[in-house]
């Protein structure tokens, strides 16, 4: 080989090095956009998480006052009904 064949040679492989690197960078400029856009769908995720987590909680503190309220007129019905059952003494 000579040293015009060898330094050809070593050109090409620079170049080859220099398209690899293109393409390297290319793909880490296209994955940083992507973890950005992930980094905002998490932040929309938690939000959106902790939205639900309040509505949840208020909903069961619904849930547990209708709970209370139909205890209640439940009694109340027991009530009656044991006054409307029992014979009226005079």
Not at 30 to 59: F, H, M, P, T
């Amino acid at each position: 080989m000579t040293g015009l064949e060898k330094f050809s040679h070593l050109e090409d492989k620079i170049y080859r090095a220099i398209e690899q690197f293109k393409v390297l960078k290319q793909e880490k400029e296209q994955l940083e956009k992507e973890l950005a856009s992930l980094k905002r769908e998490l932040g929309a995720a938690y939000a959106e998480k902790d939205r639900l987590a309040v509505q949840i909680e208020r909903l069961l503190g619904e849930r547990d006052a209708i709970k209370l309220k139909i205890e209640a007129m439940l009694d109340a019905l027991s009530l009656i009904e044991q006054e409307t059952t029992q014979p009226v003494r005079r």
